[in-house]
């Protein structure tokens, strides 16, 4: 998440990390955008993509359930269980749609989402 | 256009139906004739299934013995009629007459009378209650008189004698077997198998006579009837069925002067054509190479030669197998080939187990390289690889007893499918041979469910599925389709696989078991499997931390997710009995949150349009009234759906809402492979439609019957009949055990219905692992089941009351605010979910 960018993001404070249930996702809304949280494996690692689901048109992609395939982090949609990377917000089975992703940063056990002003 | 020229069959059994069939495939196809089709029926009834006669004493009714698909004669505009026997061919004219009057012309005649039943003159059987087995109507003739009966006689030991043995076994009577010759079977099986088959008979206390020449029948002192016996010995009986063997129905065509056999049968030659060109015979009527073909399938096989006949095509009829394999009053018995022993030189090899009574004998050729026959008792698992042996002439291993003696180390016995050509027969009740079953694998059926659906094959008797399974495995694997069973990437497991591993490991978490058991971090498949598989076993709250996470959106919101991203709320109403009350407080639920709502198809009212955020105020309310939560959202007991029986009904025989109430209750809340739906009937009028539903009871007059595996849906299954006349203890525990195996064995997503297709053995099976308790589990099964049933809880409830649970339902981690994105517009006076373009209306207003 160290990119270039940084300078030019403004950070959210979310939530603590214990918010997020292991291995599982949370939706936060940022403004008017609506974003899915995840929290993946032992360590915590914090993922966050939008939660709009493009294929039903529903807020649903924090309530879909987590895994990977081979070494892809990823999220199945709960309504038609499309995948998407949680590091990259592509969708697995077609490569034109993808979700919006975001950074995260975790500062003294908080989530902070950074969003490009 | 000229008229059509007219095809006449004369005889709608199994085999005139099977003609039917195929001359309605071929009929005016490939620029053949297209005839004018015309049947004569004698019975009051269309085709059925004469070989499962038996089973209308243990359940079964005349329409589940039907083989005529609804619609099948209108579709075809073939003239029917029924309950009208033909009694006179004027072959000069090309005339048939019937006893109603009705005179038709033929320009083909296809004769498919059958067979009767041959009744001895024996003086006295003329007198009531003395019955023939062959047709539905001598069967409501039978039940009728059985219901003041006490006790049958059969006279005949053979193999239908020995099926009529069981109709009266089913009925609860005292019963004898009467045989002229020393053993029984005598035909199919040696002196060996016939004791071993008595024993058995013996021992399920039908009584045997064997040697008895039955010389006079009169009235009885304690029965209706008393059989005396040539040697002077007698036995008294209230029924008597005769069933010494059967006689080609051949009168017609002697009448008019077709050629016959000196001892009956109406001579055919190898396209199945009589002594006259325009008229051909098939089935038990016809003699072809000087034999009467008493079974099924080298019937059917003369029907479709016939029928290719007729139509252009060619076809021969070149003798069939006679070899059957049969369960006769539970007992396997098998007969291949030159079971006696009668060619020259033949070799014979036996196995007997005393103890467990099985007899196996297999007859070799003189140097021990090819089979020529064999006799299975009381075990017939060998017949599929025995009979494709004799059948392909195929050679034997160096120790040919190998084929019969048990495999103690597991092996599988007997030939590869490999060696068997293409032109094999693999299931004789449909004539598909392994080049079919072949050609349906490239074709994509590649499971076992899907071969069965396009093929039919290993439907009928079932005797061929374990072949079946083989050949597809091989094509799988010849094809280089990795015959690959994990359950994903992640477990290299079955289900049944990691049900086994959870339960006899007591694993209790994923992190445990992926840990353990499997790589990567889970994914969408094994992960409700798992929290699934925990449920059946441990029983847990399924919004354990552990858990949570694991669940499908449906289970881990406690609701179903509908299309726009909310919920439903369906609360258990069992049985589908609800006061006013409880449904007032429904409709105020509904009209304070602005739910939609519908009556299901299971007898209890769905909600829909709840958010996320309102769930748990909704079931809040519910909980308060009394509801529970209903489990619309799991792979669990949906309903239990029940008509109002003899409460209410004038019909009704039994309790169906106390006992759809009582089974409700029982199974609630039980994780299974996929959900599943009950129905109780309080009669045999079925208004419950339990024949649809996994698990359906009927009310009869003694007891419960169990029917199992049913399906409506996309792929509708008419339910099995498990058992009969069940008391309601003995209908719990068969549900238990069950409901257990099938959690136990079924793969992820696999209902009741694709289970029993896939398993091995069928219904057969299924009875023996429940009832008879084949597999020792029955006990176990029983145990694991109660302790699912005494840890219920009501989800929901559980939910409400712990306040760090019902975080989840916020919508958002950092804010009260809703979902924008979920807008309602009306219709019909209710909400539904706005449309793409509402939406943007509305957004736009």
Same mark, same amino acid.
């Given at each position: 998440m160290q990119t270039a960018q940084q300078q030019d993001m403004t950070w959210h404070d979310i939530c603590a990390l214990n918010d997020i249930p292991k291995n599982s996702g949370v939706a936060a809304l940022v403004g008017d955008q609506q974003i899915a949280l995840f929290s993946i494996g032992k360590e915590a690692q914090v993922f966050a993509i939008g939660n709009y689901d493009p294929f039903s048109n529903a807020n649903v992609l924090a309530r879909g359930i987590v895994g990977s395939i081979g070494d892809t982090i990823v999220v199945a949609s709960p309504i038609y269980k499309q995948h998407f990377e949680l590091a990259t917000g592509q969708c697995v089975e077609d490569e034109t749609v993808s979700v919006e992703s975001y950074a995260i940063r975790i500062d003294n056990n908080r989530v902070f989402i950074g969003l490009t002003a | 256009m000229a008229q059509k020229k007219k095809l006449v069959v004369i005889g709608n059994g199994m085999v005139g139906h099977k003609f039917m069939q195929a001359i309605a495939e071929l009929n005016g196809q490939d620029g053949a004739e297209e005839y004018e089709l015309i049947t004569f029926c004698e019975e009051s009834r269309l085709a059925y299934d004469r070989v499962q006669l038996s089973s209308y004493f243990s359940g079964k009714t005349a329409e589940d013995l039907s083989l005529v698909e609804p619609g099948f004669y209108e579709d075809n505009n073939i003239t029917v009629y029924i309950g009208d026997r033909a009694n006179h061919i004027d072959r000069e004219k090309q005339i048939i007459t019937s006893d109603n009057g009705i005179s038709v012309e033929y320009d083909k005649l296809v004769l498919a009378t059958g067979s009767y039943p041959f009744v001895p003159p024996i003086p006295g059987h003329e007198r009531e209650n003395c019955f023939v087995y062959r047709t539905i109507d001598d069967l409501e003739k039978i039940s009728a008189a059985g219901k003041t009966a006490k006790s049958g006689a059969v006279i005949g030991g053979g193999l239908l004698g020995l099926e009529a043995a069981k109709a009266l076994k089913d009925m609860n009577l005292e019963t004898h077997v009467i045989e002229f010759s020393p053993r029984l079977m005598s035909v199919q099986i040696d002196d060996g198998a016939g004791t071993v088959l008595r024993e &058995?008979?013996?021992? *399920?206390?039908?009584?045997?006579?064997? +040697?008895?020449?039955?010389?006079? !029948?009169?009235?009885?002192?304690?029965?209706?009837?008393?059989?005396?016996?040539? %040697? +002077?010995?007698?036995?008294?009986? $209230?029924?008597?069925?005769?069933?010494?063997? !059967?006689?080609?129905?051949?009168?017609?065509?002697?009448?008019?002067?077709?050629?016959?056999?000196?001892?009956?049968?109406?001579?055919?030659?190898?396209?199945?054509? #009589?002594? @006259?060109?325009n008229i051909y015979a098939i089935g038990e009527c016809a003699l072809w190479g000087g034999m009467i073909y008493g079974l099924v399938a080298p019937g059917y096989q003369m029907a479709k030669v016939a029928a290719d006949h007729i139509a252009g095509k060619e076809n021969a009829f070149k003798g069939a197998d006679m070899s059957t394999k049969l369960k006769l009053m539970g007992v396997d018995v098998?007969?291949? +080939?030159?079971?006696?022993?009668?060619?020259?030189?033949?070799?014979?090899?036996?196995? !007997?187990?005393?103890?467990?009574?099985?007899?196996?004998?297999? /007859?070799?050729?003189?140097?021990?390289?090819?089979?020529?026959?064999?006799?299975?008792?009381? $075990?017939?698992? @060998?017949?599929?690889?025995?009979?494709?042996? &004799? =059948?392909?002439?195929?050679?034997?291993?160096? #120790?040919?007893?190998? =084929?019969?003696?048990?495999?103690?180390?597991?092996?599988?016995?007997? !030939?590869?499918?490999?060696?068997?050509?293409?032109?094999?027969?693999?299931?004789?009740?449909?004539?598909?041979?392994?080049? @079919?079953?072949?050609?349906?694998?490239?074709?994509?059926?590649?499971?076992?469910?899907?071969?069965?659906?396009?093929?039919?094959?290993?439907?009928?008797?079932?005797?061929?599925?374990?072949?079946?399974?083989?050949?597809?495995?091989?094509?799988?694997? &010849?094809?280089?389709?990795?015959?690959?069973?994990?359950?994903c990437e992640h477990f290299p497991y079955t289900r049944q696989g990691l049900y086994s591993l959870i339960r006899v490991n007591e694993i209790k978490s994923f992190d445990d078991l992926i840990e353990k058991h499997g790589t990567g971090h889970g994914c969408e498949i094994c992960k409700p499997t798992a929290a699934s598989i925990f449920a059946s076993c441990w029983n847990d709250y399924i919004l354990e931390k552990e858990h949570a996470g694991l669940q499908d959106t449906n289970d881990r919101y406690l609701g179903n997710i509908q299309n726009n991203g909310t919920y439903s709320i369906v609360p258990r109403i069992a049985g589908g009995e609800i006061t006013p009350d409880k449904l007032i407080v429904l409709g105020q639920v509904a009209k304070k949150y602005n739910l939609y709502t519908k009556i299901t198809g299971g007898q209890r009212v769905d909600l829909f349009g709840a958010r996320l955020e309102e769930l748990p105020d909704i079931w809040k309310e519910l909980v308060d009234a009394g509801f529970e939560t209903g489990h619309a959202y799991g792979k669990s007991l949906r309903t239990v759906k029940s008509c109002v029986g003899s409460t209410w009904c004038r019909y009704g025989v039994d309790d169906s809402v106390g006992t759809a109430i009582e089974l409700e209750n029982r199974y609630k809340g039980l994780r299974s492979p996929h959900k599943i739906k009950f129905a /109780?009937?309080?009669?045999?009028?079925?208004?419950?439609?339990?024949?649809?539903?996994?698990?359906?009871?009927?009310?009869?007059?003694?007891?419960?019957?169990?029917?199992?595996?049913?399906?409506?849906?996309?792929?509708?299954?008419?339910?099995?009949?498990?058992? #009969?006349?069940? %008391?309601?203890? #003995?209908?719990? &525990?068969?549900?238990?055990?069950?409901? *257990?195996?099938? /959690?136990?064995?079924? @793969?992820?997503?696999?209902?009741t219905a694709t289970w029993m297709n896939n398993l091995e053995g069928g219904l057969d099976y299924l009875r023996e692992v429940v009832i008879d308790d084949s597999l020792g589990l029955a006990e176990q099964l029983e145990k694991e089941m109660e302790s699912v049933v005494g840890t219920y809880q009501c989800e929901w409830k559980t939910t409400i009351e712990d306040p760090d649970k019902l975080k989840a339902f916020k919508p958002f981690v950092n804010a009260n605010a809703a979902d924008s994105n979920i807008v309602f517009v009306e219709e019909r006076e209710q909400i539904r979910p706005a449309n793409e373009d509402e939406r943007k209306q509305l957004a736009n207003a």
């Amino acid at each position: 998440m160290q990119t270039a960018q940084q300078q030019d993001m403004t950070w959210h404070d979310i939530c603590a990390l214990n918010d997020i249930p292991k291995n599982s996702g949370v939706a936060a809304l940022v403004g008017d955008q609506q974003i899915a949280l995840f929290s993946i494996g032992k360590e915590a690692q914090v993922f966050a993509i939008g939660n709009y689901d493009p294929f039903s048109n529903a807020n649903v992609l924090a309530r879909g359930i987590v895994g990977s395939i081979g070494d892809t982090i990823v999220v199945a949609s709960p309504i038609y269980k499309q995948h998407f990377e949680l590091a990259t917000g592509q969708c697995v089975e077609d490569e034109t749609v993808s979700v919006e992703s975001y950074a995260i940063r975790i500062d003294n056990n908080r989530v902070f989402i950074g969003l490009t002003a | 256009m000229a008229q059509k020229k007219k095809l006449v069959v004369i005889g709608n059994g199994m085999v005139g139906h099977k003609f039917m069939q195929a001359i309605a495939e071929l009929n005016g196809q490939d620029g053949a004739e297209e005839y004018e089709l015309i049947t004569f029926c004698e019975e009051s009834r269309l085709a059925y299934d004469r070989v499962q006669l038996s089973s209308y004493f243990s359940g079964k009714t005349a329409e589940d013995l039907s083989l005529v698909e609804p619609g099948f004669y209108e579709d075809n505009n073939i003239t029917v009629y029924i309950g009208d026997r033909a009694n006179h061919i004027d072959r000069e004219k090309q005339i048939i007459t019937s006893d109603n009057g009705i005179s038709v012309e033929y320009d083909k005649l296809v004769l498919a009378t059958g067979s009767y039943p041959f009744v001895p003159p024996i003086p006295g059987h003329e007198r009531e209650n003395c019955f023939v087995y062959r047709t539905i109507d001598d069967l409501e003739k039978i039940s009728a008189a059985g219901k003041t009966a006490k006790s049958g006689a059969v006279i005949g030991g053979g193999l239908l004698g020995l099926e009529a043995a069981k109709a009266l076994k089913d009925m609860n009577l005292e019963t004898h077997v009467i045989e002229f010759s020393p053993r029984l079977m005598s035909v199919q099986i040696d002196d060996g198998a016939g004791t071993v088959l008595r024993e &058995k008979m013996e021992e *399920m206390n039908v009584k045997i006579h064997t +040697g008895k020449n039955t010389s006079l !029948i009169e009235q009885g002192k304690d029965a209706v009837h008393k059989l005396n016996f040539a %040697d +002077g010995e007698s036995i008294e009986a $209230d029924i008597i069925l005769f069933s010494p063997g !059967i006689r080609p129905r051949d009168e017609l065509a002697r009448d008019s002067g077709i050629e016959m056999g000196e001892r009956g049968g109406i001579v055919i030659n190898d396209q199945c054509l #009589t002594s @006259d060109e325009n008229i051909y015979a098939i089935g038990e009527c016809a003699l072809w190479g000087g034999m009467i073909y008493g079974l099924v399938a080298p019937g059917y096989q003369m029907a479709k030669v016939a029928a290719d006949h007729i139509a252009g095509k060619e076809n021969a009829f070149k003798g069939a197998d006679m070899s059957t394999k049969l369960k006769l009053m539970g007992v396997d018995v098998a007969s291949i +080939g030159d079971a006696h022993a009668t060619t020259k030189g033949a070799k014979v090899f036996t196995y !007997i187990n005393g103890p467990e009574q099985v007899y196996k004998k297999i /007859v070799v050729n003189e140097d021990s390289t090819r089979l020529l026959g064999a006799v299975l008792i009381g $075990d017939a698992n @060998d017949y599929g690889n025995l009979l494709q042996l &004799k =059948l392909n002439d195929i050679p034997l291993p160096e #120790t040919p007893d190998a =084929l019969i003696l048990p495999q103690r180390d597991g092996a599988v016995a007997g !030939i590869g499918v490999e060696a068997l050509p293409d032109t094999a027969q693999i299931c004789s009740c449909f004539d598909i041979s392994k080049g @079919d079953l072949c050609t349906a694998v490239a074709d994509g059926a590649t499971t076992m469910s899907a071969i069965k659906e396009c093929t039919k094959a290993s439907t009928g008797c079932g005797g061929c599925t374990a072949l079946v399974g083989q050949v597809l495995n091989k094509e799988l694997e &010849k094809m280089g389709v990795d015959v690959n069973t994990d359950l994903c990437e992640h477990f290299p497991y079955t289900r049944q696989g990691l049900y086994s591993l959870i339960r006899v490991n007591e694993i209790k978490s994923f992190d445990d078991l992926i840990e353990k058991h499997g790589t990567g971090h889970g994914c969408e498949i094994c992960k409700p499997t798992a929290a699934s598989i925990f449920a059946s076993c441990w029983n847990d709250y399924i919004l354990e931390k552990e858990h949570a996470g694991l669940q499908d959106t449906n289970d881990r919101y406690l609701g179903n997710i509908q299309n726009n991203g909310t919920y439903s709320i369906v609360p258990r109403i069992a049985g589908g009995e609800i006061t006013p009350d409880k449904l007032i407080v429904l409709g105020q639920v509904a009209k304070k949150y602005n739910l939609y709502t519908k009556i299901t198809g299971g007898q209890r009212v769905d909600l829909f349009g709840a958010r996320l955020e309102e769930l748990p105020d909704i079931w809040k309310e519910l909980v308060d009234a009394g509801f529970e939560t209903g489990h619309a959202y799991g792979k669990s007991l949906r309903t239990v759906k029940s008509c109002v029986g003899s409460t209410w009904c004038r019909y009704g025989v039994d309790d169906s809402v106390g006992t759809a109430i009582e089974l409700e209750n029982r199974y609630k809340g039980l994780r299974s492979p996929h959900k599943i739906k009950f129905a /109780v009937s309080g009669c045999t009028r079925e208004c419950a439609e339990a024949q649809s539903k996994d698990v359906g009871i009927i009310a009869t007059e003694n007891g419960w019957n169990l029917y199992v595996c049913g399906n409506g849906g996309m792929k509708p299954r008419h339910a099995d009949l498990l058992a #009969t006349d069940l %008391d309601r203890e #003995t209908l719990i &525990k068969y549900i238990d055990r069950f409901l *257990m195996f099938y /959690v136990k064995t079924a @793969d992820r997503l696999e209902r009741t219905a694709t289970w029993m297709n896939n398993l091995e053995g069928g219904l057969d099976y299924l009875r023996e692992v429940v009832i008879d308790d084949s597999l020792g589990l029955a006990e176990q099964l029983e145990k694991e089941m109660e302790s699912v049933v005494g840890t219920y809880q009501c989800e929901w409830k559980t939910t409400i009351e712990d306040p760090d649970k019902l975080k989840a339902f916020k919508p958002f981690v950092n804010a009260n605010a809703a979902d924008s994105n979920i807008v309602f517009v009306e219709e019909r006076e209710q909400i539904r979910p706005a449309n793409e373009d509402e939406r943007k209306q509305l957004a736009n207003a």
